[in-house]
C-alpha cells in the first residue's frame, strides 16, 4: 500500500499494522465517506420505520463495525440481535452455509432490518431471509453497507445499500479475508496474491 498524502488517509494508513501493510493494495472508501454514508443510511432508516415495531437482525461477523455506526445513529426504540453465519473454509467464496448462532427474538409479527456487510453472490441472503419468513414478521427489508452486483447469482437486492462496488475483493470496517482484516477502519482491496497461491490461512 503506497503511503497517502492528505491528512485523513495519513490517519488510516497509520492505522494499518506494519505486517498487513504490504497486504492492502488501495484504499477504495476512506473512514470519512464511510461515516458520512452510513449516518445517511441511519437517517432513511429512521425516516421509514418511525412508529414501527423495529427489529434489528445482524449476520456475524462482518457487520461488527457496520452496525455499531448505524445504530448509534438510528433514534428509534429498537431491539437488536444477531443470527450467526459462516460459510466453510477460509476462501473468498461464500460455500455452504452453517448457522453458528440462532435468533433468539421473537420476531412474529415485527418490522424486521436484516443487516449484512455485503451483498455479493446473494447466497447467504437469500438463505437467511427463507429462515427468517418462516418465523412470520410483518415485514423483512434488508440494509448491506456493500453491494457488488456483477456477482449475483440470486435474484436478491438489498432495500438500503451504501455502496455499489465493483468485482474486486474488499477487506476492512468489519470486512475480513481469513478472520482478517476487520479491524482495518476503512474498505481497503486486497492483494489477489494474499488470496490466491499460499494465502495465509
Ligand atoms: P454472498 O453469500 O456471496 O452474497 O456473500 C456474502 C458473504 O460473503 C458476506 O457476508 C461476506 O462474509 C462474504 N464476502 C463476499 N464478498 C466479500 C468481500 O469482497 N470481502 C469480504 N467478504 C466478502
Ligand atoms: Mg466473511
Request: aromatic share 8%; proline share 4%.
Amino acid at each position: 500500500m503506497k503511503k497517502p498524502t492528505s491528512a485523513v488517509s495519513t490517519r488510516s494508513f497509520n492505522r494499518v499494522p506494519a505486517s498487513w501493510s504490504n497486504d492492502v493494495e488501495t484504499v477504495l472508501i476512506t473512514e470519512a465517506d464511510l461515516a458520512e454514508r452510513v449516518k445517511t443510511l441511519a437517517q432513511q432508516i429512521e425516516k421509514d420505520y418511525t412508529g414501527k415495531e423495529m427489529v434489528i437482525v445482524s449476520l456475524l461477523n462482518g457487520t461488527v463495525m457496520f452496525l455499531a455506526d448505524l445504530i448509534r445513529n438510528i433514534s428509534l426504540p429498537l431491539r437488536l440481535d444477531f443470527i450467526g453465519v459462516s460459510s466453510y473454509g477460509a476462501g473468498t467464496e461464500s460455500g455452504d452455509l452453517v448457522f453458528t448462532k440462532e435468533l433468539r427474538i421473537d420476531v412474529h409479527g415485527r418490522d424486521v432490518l436484516l443487516v449484512d456487510d455485503i451483498l455479493d453472490t446473494g447466497r447467504t441472503l437469500h438463505r437467511v431471509l427463507a429462515k427468517l419468513r418462516k418465523l412470520k414478521p410483518r415485514e423483512i427489508r434488508t440494509c448491506v453497507l456493500l453491494d457488488k452486483p456483477e456477482r449475483r447469482v440470486e435474484s436478491v437486492e438489498a432495500d438500503y445499500v451504501g455502496f455499489k462496488i465493483p468485482n474486486q475483493f474488499v477487506v476492512g470496517y468489519g470486512l475480513d479475508f481469513a478472520e482478517r482484516y476487520r479491524n482495518l477502519p476503512f474498505v481497503g482491496v486486497l492483494k489477489p496474491e494474499m488470496y490466491q497461491d499460499g494465502a495465509p490461512h
